[in-house]
């Protein structure tokens, strides 16, 4: 639990850098963070927001309000954390617009985050998770 919290606050003190890298670790924790995230607010969504705005519980058409918010808030982390995990591998960011391109794009912009860092590159050295 302590690198889910580690990745979290590491990738939201870095909002918006698109400069340096991301472990491995970092962008995975981060990820997971993400989904758990997003599925208690879809929850809360179901439960609580969707019934406040006149739509049964759970009712597709009451939208997910809460949800769109907190998804809209971590674009840019999103992004920044995946360049930064790019540049770990010793990829340029832009890069990342490869994942444009349906199905095929995005699984090899998962094949590159899997890969290993490399060692010191044109982006920095590499620092262990949690020291960078």
């Known amino acids: 639990m302590n690198s889910l919290y580690l990745a979290t606050r590491t ?15 970092e962008l995975w924790w981060w990820f997971l963070a993400l989904f758990i995230l997003l599925a208690i607010t879809s929850l809360i969504d179901g439960a ?6 006149g739509f049964e519980a759970f009712q597709e058409q009451g939208g997910q309000p809460l949800s769109f918010l907190v998804a809209l808030a971590v674009v840019l982390p999103n992004i920044a954390v995946g360049v930064r995990r790019l540049h770990d591998t010793g990829r340029s960011g ?3 617009l490869l994942g444009l391109v349906p199905v095929v794009g995005t699984l090899v912009i ?8 490399e060692g010191e590159n044109g982006y920095g050295t590499p620092q262990p998770f949690g020291l960078g």
């Open 11 to 25: 990738v939201l003190s870095k909002y918006a850098t698109f400069s340096g890298r991301a472990s491995r670790p």
């Open 48 to 53: 609580l927001i969707v019934p406040m705005i």
């Open 110 to 117: 998962i094949y590159f985050y899997v890969q290993p860092s």
């Open 94 to 96: 832009w890069w990342l």
